[in-house]
Nanobody, 120 residues
């Protein structure tokens, strides 16, 4: 399974970005999907996750109410809509896939990451 994350960029505080993650080499509906991020000098942290069927969704407290995770299994894609962005959201964002894992960082498959920079 290969994951390709894209959609990052530079945005002002208060702005929005939509990240996408394309799944290839497998069927996305077989996997739970997650988004994680890693800021410079910090450990990778959980952002959001969605179960294979979309029935279970989880968010980190720091993004709850601002970020929305969704998926389109027909397009083998997962999305992260990020609104009201803050400078502390600046990080490399990674998408991940796993058949069993949903909320912790032990996902089996990882994308290459996309940079999100929020200016103040």
């Amino acid at each position: 399974v290969q994951l390709q994350a894209y959609g990052g960029g530079l945005v002002q505080a208060g702005g929005s970005l939509r990240l996408s993650c394309a799944v290839s080499g497998g069927t996305s509906r077989s996997y739970h999907m997650g988004w994680f991020r890693q800021a410079p000098g910090k450990e990778r942290e959980f952002v959001a996750a969605i179960s294979w069927g979309g029935g279970r969704i989880y968010y980190a407290d720091s993004v709850k109410g601002r970020f929305t995770i969704s998926r389109d299994n027909a397009k083998n894609s997962v999305y992260l809509q990020m609104n009201s962005l803050k400078p502390e959201d600046t990080a490399v964002y990674y998408c991940a896939a796993d058949r069993d894992v949903l909320r912790d960082a032990s996902y089996a498959y990882w994308g290459q990451g996309t940079q999100v920079t929020v200016s103040s």
